[in-house]
C-alpha cells in the first residue's frame, strides 16, 4: 500500500515524536541526531503503518524509545492502554544478517515454504520467534510472553520495570542455582517445547527476582531439524563455558547432552 506525503507524514508524527525524543541519540561525526537514519533502519513506512495499527488496535497506546539494539531487531519500550510496559521488538527490513538465518529454517518443518526476499525474511523470522515464544507459553518455560504480532513487529511483555530491563546473566553475579536453572530450561525446552534454544548463552537469559527468564527465539528450531543436536551441544557447551569463566564447577556437557537425549 502506498502512503500518500500527508497520510505518511501524520502517521509517522503519531508514531515517532516520542520515540525520536527518547531515542538513544546515536550522534553523527558532527554530535548531531540523525533522524532521517532512524527513520530509514527501523521506521520504514510500512512498519509505520503496522505501529499505527497496533495503537488502533489497543496493542500499544505509544512508544518511548530504545532499549536495546541489535544486528537485525531493535527493542522499544512502549506502553499499552492499561500503563502496562511492552517490550517492542522491531526486526530491520534492512538488515542483510536474515540471509545468513537460513540453516534455521531451512530444515524446521514447521516452516517448509520459504519466499525470496528480504522484507518475506524478515517478516517469517518474526512470525518463527512469535511461534517459538507460544510453544514456550505452552509447555512452562520460563521465556519472554509473546503478546501480539504484526509484520515485522513483535509486541512483548517488558522484562523490568519502568522502562528499564531486568540485566541478563554476563552482567550479574551468579550462582550454582543460576547454572542448574539453566540447565534445566534447556532440558525442558527439547523434552517439553520441542525446541532447541540454538542461540543460548549469557547474553540471553534474563536474571530476575523470580528466577531466570529467556529471550531471543529467532533461532529456535523444532527438534526434527536436522541440525536440532548439533545445536543443542553448542547451546549447552556456550553457557557451560561461561559459568566455568564465572569459577563455578559444573556438569561435564556431554554428560548432559546424554541424559536429554535419554
Known amino acids: 500500500m502506498m502512503l500518500s506525503d500527508e497520510l505518511e507524514n501524520k502517521v509517522a508524527k503519531r508514531i515517532?515524536?516520542?520515540v525520536l525524543a527518547n531515542e538513544r541519540r546515536e550522534k553523527s561525526p558532527k554530535g548531531v541526531f540523525d533522524r532521517?537514519?532512524?527513520?530509514?533502519?527501523?521506521?520504514d513506512k510500512t512498519t509505520i503503518m503496522t505501529l499505527s495499527k497496533m495503537i488502533n488496535s489497543g496493542i500499544i497506546s505509544y512508544v518511548n524509545g530504545v532499549v536495546g539494539s541489535g544486528k537485525e531487531s531493535k527493542?522499544?519500550?512502549?506502553?499499552?492502554p492499561t500503563g502496562r510496559d511492552i517490550a517492542l521488538k522491531i526486526y530491520l527490513?534492512?538488515?542483510?544478517n536474515f540471509k545468513k538465518r537460513l540453516p534455521y529454517l531451512?530444515?524446521?518443518p514447521r516452516f517448509s515454504s520459504i519466499k525470496k526476499g528480504t522484507r518475506n525474511m524478515v517478516e517469517l523470522w518474526a512470525k518463527k520467534e512469535f511461534r517459538n515464544l507460544n510453544q514456550c507459553v505452552k509447555a512452562d518455560i520460563p521465556a519472554v510472553k509473546p503478546i501480539s504480532l504484526i509484520k515485522n513487529v513483535l509486541a512483548l511483555e517488558f522484562v523490568g520495570k519502568g522502562g528499564v530491563p531486568d540485566p541478563t546473566l554476563v552482567g550479574t553475579e551468579v550462582t550454582y542455582d543460576d547454572y542448574k536453572q539453566s540447565i534445566l530450561?534447556?532440558?525442558?525446552?527439547y523434552t517439553k517445547a520441542k525446541l532447541v534454544h540454538a542461540d543460548f548463552s549469557e547474553y540471553?537469559?534474563?536474571k530476575t527476582q523470580k528466577g531466570l527468564v529467556v529471550l531471543d527465539f529467532g533461532s529456535s528450531v523444532d527438534i526434527r531439524h536436522q541440525n536440532a543436536k548439533e545445536f543443542l551441544e553448542r547451546d549447552i557447551t556456550n553457557i557451560t563455558r561461561f559459568f566455568v569463566k564465572r569459577g563455578l564447577t559444573v556438569e561435564n556437557p556431554s554428560d548432559?547432552?546424554?541424559r536429554i537425549m535419554n
Do not use: E, Q
Not at 36 to 43: A, E, P, S, W, Y
Not at 75 to 80: M, S, T
Not at 185 to 189: K, V, W, Y
Open 16 to 18: 515517532d515524536r516520542k
Open 36 to 43: 532521517n537514519k532512524v527513520l530509514d533502519d527501523v521506521l
Open 75 to 80: 527493542v522499544y519500550w512502549a506502553v499499552d
Open 93 to 96: 527490513v534492512t538488515a542483510t
Open 106 to 108: 531451512i530444515g524446521d
Open 185 to 189: 530450561i534447556i532440558s525442558d525446552l
Open 204 to 206: 540471553n537469559v534474563f
Open 256 to 258: 548432559i547432552f546424554a
